[in-house]
């Protein structure tokens, strides 16, 4: 396999990846290209001249329902779970590492958490905030909703991290007269920095696209996903294209935000003469 | 810096010098983690138990009624449309199952051995990566110009002459369902393959070639055994995202198909809690069976 002419093997298997790259660009890319679409222009090819009468459309807010408010409420929420499963994650991740009376209970609801189907986290939260008396709101139950889906992410990447992390580092702080927060701050923080951006990632993205779990949880207001989801049943002008485009660019940039965070760690590391 | 510095003589003077070496205190494992159960019992156990409670309720067009009734699960059980919904969950589960597990572990081989540098293999990775953190919602309407009638693929054949009309199977239609699922939660697939892969120890494929085994017999006798836990965790993730999902079978199937958590979602905008607090127990307890019995095979812990 670690041959030095690439066999037939190679070029079958990487046409085949070719294919699911393809596979998963493809129809992003169609809608992409369609949002573009000319003012007569319909749902489906050809386009019909380009414009961006659909991009300007978007912002008018009788035309296409609360965007600018669904947006501004989903990327509230995915910053309110992004901060909470990093921190939450982190703090797990190092109870784990140390061993407690209940960590395997604990472990197993976290992972029952990744598995049960997100529409009876819904209808469960839901239920248990009417018979609360409680009213469910974006910022309450949807959040708790989100939670139980990025949790879990975070907290298995926490687990692997640290099932990979020496503690020679620590001892070595600890030897040269550290406290055990300044072991953390100064020794284990930085070293585990990158994954925690990774998980800052997923706590935002997940959030940001999360349809199931916020649809019984949402309460009034409408989350993006939601007010997509609405507009697929009655609107039929390429708007809805357009508002996807914007929603995958904004995907698109808080991923390159989050990757070139890593990069930046990781050259200063290197700088630095750490590996 | 300066905060440690300061810090740091005020905590030297707190611990004694034999007690130095000893770790925090007992309890911060307990802080630690109170946080992670906190939120769970909150927004997971809570629900659970609203969801069981409820699905003895009584309920009539306009409101839910506490009381202790077994009729909702009299009504869910005794129904042929909800055996059969759950025979159509079923085979959705199956075949996406086939499929993401056949490109999943084709995608993450040719990533894990046929790609020569880390970097390379981590950004392939990242490309594969990068759809999976966008919108389900647009993801699915991304097909619609593709498959529909007028749609690209259609026009397509019909000029090469391939068939004569438009193709209605398309769009709405069960095939369109296996299609955006398979589109949707393959990386849940490919994701723990490669992370097994890669950590095979390339000297046990040289032994294996060295004691005299063919490509096949590399790949069926050492690298899938090897890889059971990756492919294991990623059925965890498919056979359970398949099992609840109601919005993929909605949207593509135009409403033609069923699913248990389609049957969920309907009897909810009905409100009929109750009704669909029993079925949701009965979905919950089909993914518990799922997970339990992949778990008996592979103990996922020990490979974190």
């Known amino acids: 396999m670690q041959a030095d002419r690439r066999t037939l093997e190679f070029y079958l298997l990487a046409a085949f990846f070719g294919l699911f790259v393809l596979f998963l660009y493809g129809p992003l890319s169609?809608?992409?290209?369609?949002?573009?679409?000319?003012?007569?222009?319909?749902?489906?090819?050809?386009?019909?001249?380009?414009?961006?009468?659909?991009?300007?459309?978007?912002?008018?807010?009788q035309a296409v329902g609360d965007f600018g408010g669904s947006f501004s409420r989903s990327l509230m929420l995915g910053l309110m779970v992004m901060a909470t499963t990093v921190v939450v994650s982190l703090l797990a991740g190092l109870a784990f590492r140390?061993?407690?009376?209940?960590?395997?209970?604990?472990?197993?609801?976290?992972?029952?958490?990744?598995?049960?189907?997100?529409?009876?986290?819904?209808?469960?939260?839901?239920?248990?905030?009417?018979?609360?008396?409680?009213?469910?709101?974006?910022?309450?139950?949807?959040?708790?909703?989100?939670?139980?889906?990025?949790?879990?992410?975070?907290?298995?990447?926490?687990?692997?991290?640290?099932?990979?992390?020496?503690p020679a580092y620590e001892e070595a702080a600890r030897d040269l007269g550290a406290t055990s927060w300044q072991a953390f701050a100064h020794v284990v923080l930085p070293i585990i920095a990158p994954s925690l951006v990774g998980v800052g990632l997923f706590g935002f993205t997940l959030s940001y696209d999360e349809f199931a779990r916020t649809l019984m949880t949402a309460g009034s207001f409408n989350t993006l996903p939601l007010e997509i989801y609405g507009m697929t049943t009655n609107v039929t002008t390429p708007v809805l294209y357009?508002?996807?485009?914007?929603?995958t660019l904004v995907s698109f940039a808080v991923i390159g935000i989050a990757l070139a965070t890593i990069a930046i760690i990781a050259r200063q590391r290197r700088k630095l003469g750490v590996s | 810096m300066s905060v440690a510095a300061e810090a740091a003589p005020a905590a030297v003077s707190d611990a004694p010098a034999p007690k130095r070496r000893?770790?925090?205190?007992?309890?911060?494992?307990?802080?630690?983690?109170?946080?992670?159960?906190?939120?769970?019992?909150?927004?997971?156990?809570?629900?659970?138990?609203?969801?069981?409670?409820?699905?003895?309720?009584?309920?009539?067009?306009?409101?839910?009624y506490p009381a202790f009734v077994t009729l909702n699960y009299a009504e869910t059980l005794g129904s042929w449309v909800t055996w059969s919904t759950l025979l159509n969950t079923l085979k959705f589960v199956a075949i996406v199952w086939a499929i993401t597990l056949f490109v999943g572990f084709w995608v993450a081989y040719f990533l894990a051995f046929h790609v020569r540098t880390s970097k390379m293999q981590t950004l392939l990775f990242l490309v594969c990566t990068v759809p999976f953190l966008t919108s389900n919602i647009i993801r699915m309407i991304s097909w619609v110009p593709f498959l529909g009638r007028n749609g690209l693929l259609n026009s397509a054949l019909v000029e090469a002459g391939i068939v004569p009309a438009p193709l209605e199977f398309l769009l709405f239609s069960e095939f369109a369902v296996v299609l955006a699922m398979v589109h949707l939660y393959s990386l849940f697939m490919v994701t723990p393959i490669f992370n097994t892969l890669v950590r095979i120890d390339r000297s046990l494929i040289e032994a294996a070639r060295d004691a005299g085994a063919n490509g096949f017999q590399i790949l069926w006798n050492v690298i899938i055994p090897l890889a059971k836990p990756g492919i294991a965790i990623g059925s965890i993730f498919v056979i359970t995202l398949v099992l609840g999902d109601f919005i993929t079978v909605r949207f593509m199937s135009g409403g033609q198909s069923a699913s248990m958590g389609l049957m969920i979602a309907n009897q909810i905008s009905l409100l009929q809690y109750p009704a669909a607090a029993a079925n949701a127990v009965a979905l919950l307890v089909l993914v518990l069976i799922m997970m339990a019995a992949i778990l008996r095979i592979v103990d996922i812990r020990k490979e974190l």
């Open chain 1, 242 to 247: 357009a508002l996807g485009a914007v929603t």
């Open chain 2, 22 to 64: 000893r770790r925090a205190p007992p309890f911060a494992p307990y802080l630690q983690a109170m946080p992670l159960g906190l939120i769970l019992g909150a927004f997971l156990l809570l629900p659970i138990a609203a969801i069981v409670i409820v699905s003895f309720w009584d309920y009539d067009s306009v409101q839910i």
């Open chain 1, 30 to 61: 169609t809608i992409l290209l369609l949002s573009f679409q000319g003012p007569n222009g319909g749902l489906t090819f050809p386009m019909n001249g380009v414009s961006l009468r659909w991009f300007q459309n978007l912002f008018e807010t």
């Open chain 1, 98 to 166: 140390r061993g407690f009376l209940g960590a395997t209970p604990l472990f197993y609801l976290t992972i029952s958490s990744l598995v049960v189907p997100s529409i009876l986290i819904s209808l469960g939260i839901g239920l248990a905030f009417q018979i609360a008396g409680l009213e469910p709101n974006w910022w309450s139950s949807a959040f708790g909703a989100h939670l139980t889906w990025t949790l879990p992410f975070g907290v298995l990447i926490m687990f692997a991290v640290f099932n990979r992390f020496s």
